[in-house]
């Protein structure tokens, strides 16, 4: 069982590091990517933007950092539940510093989302007269793929912090209860 535990740990975070560094080069790639002011084409009062690919670049980050955050929270919601093992019901313990690090992941997830959400829709195609509100050609402002990725990786760190916070706190749990066992033999 202790090396399931191994298995699902490595595996976790292989999956979670993986996820978050390819969601990070693809939000850096989308920020160079995205369309350029000499891009955006005028016929009187309407304009047109052709799609960038930043588009799909934004569209793969955010299935990236979908998936990592989703995994991740999984992971920690599972680790937080402790059963007991003479009895079938389950204890939910009192993680006071991993929920905090897992809802300022969430937070973090959240804003990241609307960004590259935005961003993701502003790189599509932008025909004359349609534009993207209102009729109107807007751009993608410098930074704003870079600002979604470092907050993109704040959330995967929180994400992280709080597992190992988690673990650590459940074996030190575990040798607590197998140390109190041995003393009353």
Request: net charge positive; hydrophobic share 45%; proline share 2%.
């Amino acid at each position: 069982m202790e090396k399931l535990n191994k298995y699902s740990f490595a595996i976790f975070f292989s999956i979670i590091i993986a996820s978050s560094l390819v969601s990070f080069a693809l939000c850096l790639v989308a920020e160079f990517k995205k369309s350029k002011k000499n891009d955006l084409r005028l016929d009187g009062k309407w304009c047109y933007l052709p799609r960038s690919a930043a588009f799909e670049l934004g569209i793969a980050a955010l299935i990236c950092l979908s998936i990592t955050q989703v995994v991740g929270s999984l992971f920690i919601c599972r680790k937080f539940r402790s059963t007991d093992s003479q009895s079938r019901s389950c204890k939910v313990r009192k993680p006071t510093v991993p929920c905090s690090l897992l809802v300022f992941s969430w937070v973090s997830f959240g804003i990241a989302v609307i960004i590259i959400s935005t961003g993701t829709s502003m790189s599509q195609s932008q025909p004359f007269g349609q534009g993207w509100l209102d009729g109107e050609c807007y751009l993608v402002r410098d930074g704003v793929y870079i600002g979604s990725a470092i907050l993109a990786m704040l959330a995967n760190g929180s994400s992280l912090g709080s597992a190992i916070v988690t673990i650590r706190r459940k074996r030190a749990e575990e040798n607590r209860k197998v140390h109190h066992a041995q003393a009353e033999t």
